[in-house]
């Protein structure tokens, strides 16, 4: 069976930190993607990266990156000199290559950044 | 901007009531999606269609719910005889194929008293 953990359940930071968001995957499928997502309070679910299993490159956009290691099923997400505007739940989600692009997410991250 | 738009946004009703929910896709994304999400709790999955055809359903989905997509466009999710459990956000996403990231929209919030 297929599942993702996000064992930290609420992260609260004071502005300009750096915050580590750690997500943790099970899949004895080979070929998969894995997907970060933002939820603000406004509810709507907002994309902010996918990998497929094959790149293990990690990946920087501005102050956001990515650490996807194969190795301990990782794929972990860093925010640089976090900013209050980063204040939202995190999700972290799984879709195998054969199951129709659906996603399995795990419980989430609130993370709380203050001023 | 045309994202994902659903309808209603909140929806209370009593027990016993049936609802349905309406969600409208990007319009060249033939794939669509439905989630439920409860508080503190990652979003499952609940349906998905291909254009018109609906591929899979969750075991979540009792038979007392029910969804569609005619002619492949906007989709309706229905909930027949609505119990407290029923009570959560749905979400609807939409994709343009297979393994693409999904757009999601903000969801309806049904709350059954």
């Not at chain 2, 990231?101 to 049904?110: E, I």
Request: net charge neutral; aromatic share 12%; glycine share 6%.
């Amino acid at each position: 069976a297929q599942k993702v953990t996000q064992a930290q359940t609420e992260i609260s930071v004071v502005e300009k930190e750096d915050v580590t968001l750690d997500c943790v995957y099970e899949t004895r499928d080979t070929t998969y993607y894995l997907f970060w997502y933002k939820q603000p309070p406004s509810g709507e679910l907002v994309f902010l990266i996918r990998r497929n299993s094959f790149d293990e490159q990690n990946e920087i956009s501005g102050r956001y990156s990515w650490n996807f290691q194969k190795s301990t099923s990782s794929f972990n997400f860093t925010i640089t000199a976090s900013q209050v505007v980063d204040s939202a739940v995190y999700f972290c989600a799984l879709s195998l290559y054969n199951q129709g692009g659906k996603l399995i997410f795990g419980q989430g991250t609130e993370l709380s950044v203050k001023p | 901007d045309t994202g994902v738009s659903q309808d209603p946004r909140h929806k209370i009703t009593k027990r016993g009531q049936n609802v349905t929910f309406r969600c409208d896709p990007i319009s060249e994304h033939n794939r669509l999606y439905w989630y439920r999400q409860t508080l503190g709790q990652g979003p499952e999955f609940l349906t998905y269609f291909q254009n018109e055809a609906q591929l899979e359903k969750s075991r979540l989905l009792s038979d007392r719910f029910s969804a569609e997509r005619p002619k492949g466009s906007f989709s309706t999710l229905e909930i027949q005889r609505t119990e407290q459990g029923d009570s959560a956000m749905y979400l609807c996403a939409s994709s343009l194929g297979r393994q693409e990231k999904l757009f999601f929209g903000s969801g309806t919030q049904l709350s059954v008293l």
